[in-house]
T-cell receptor, first 114, second 109 residues
């Protein structure tokens, strides 16, 4: 248990569906992250939030839309996804957004797009 | 471009020692992390090196040579529960975290 929870743990959706991933951290951290993890590939940083403000958006397609209503919660809204978007989506948090801080990861949402 | 190289997969025997290497070519260096990730679980922090040398933490040690762009994670007295993927990540000169693809370690009895 890392103090970061994610729901759902598994999600199967069609290309025309709309769904949302949820992340919550109970650590009092100020920074939160969304990563995409595909088999045998490095973690891909998607979005970074610091105190509810987006500080980084790494050329992620607009079919992925993040939302950070407060420093403890992070959402990833999904719509009209493609099969290549199937992957493990990991949420993480750290004390501050500086990369020298250890990141605490949630267990991930295994997404399958059919 | 920036690159982190780790072996894709390694196999070792319970009770033995294994060394997982990580070489990096990045625009600058501001630190290196090792994380452990069991199948279906979250990555968890193992170590952070910013200066050259060996950092020991129980059965796990991490070594860094900045001049060689090289790090390794040393696992001693291997246990079955050490079967996992081990991720290397480097902080570059822009303070971006660059991740390797991970090394899957299989422990056999």
């Amino acid at each position: 248990e890392t103090g970061v929870t994610q729901t759902p743990r598994h999600l199967v959706m069609g290309m025309t569906n709309k769904k949302s991933l949820k992340c919550e951290q109970h650590l009092g951290h100020n920074a939160m992250y969304w990563y995409k993890q595909s088999a045998k590939k490095p973690l891909e940083l998607m979005f970074v939030y610091s105190l509810e403000e987006r500080v980084e958006n790494n050329s992620v397609p607009s079919r992925f839309s993040p939302e950070c209503p407060n420093s403890s919660h992070l959402f990833l809204h999904l719509h009209t996804l493609q099969p290549e978007d199937s992957a493990l989506y990991l949420c993480a948090s750290s004390q501050e957004v500086a990369s020298s801080y250890e990141q605490y990861f949630g267990p991930g949402t295994r997404l399958t797009v059919t | 471009g920036q690159n982190i190289d780790q072996p894709t997969e390694m196999t070792a025997t319970e009770g033995a020692i294994v060394q997982i290497n990580c070489t990096y070519q990045t625009s600058g260096f501001n630190g290196l992390f090792w994380y452990q990730q069991h199948a279906g679980e979250a990555p968890t922090f193992l170590s952070y090196n910013v200066l050259d040398g060996l950092e020991e933490k129980g059965r796990f040690s991490s070594f860094l040579s900045r001049s060689k762009g090289y790090s390794y994670l040393l696992l001693k007295e291997l246990q079955m529960k050490d079967s996992a993927s081990y991720l290397c990540a480097v902080i570059d000169s822009n303070y971006q975290l660059i991740w390797g693809a991970g090394t899957k370690l299989i422990i056999k009895p």
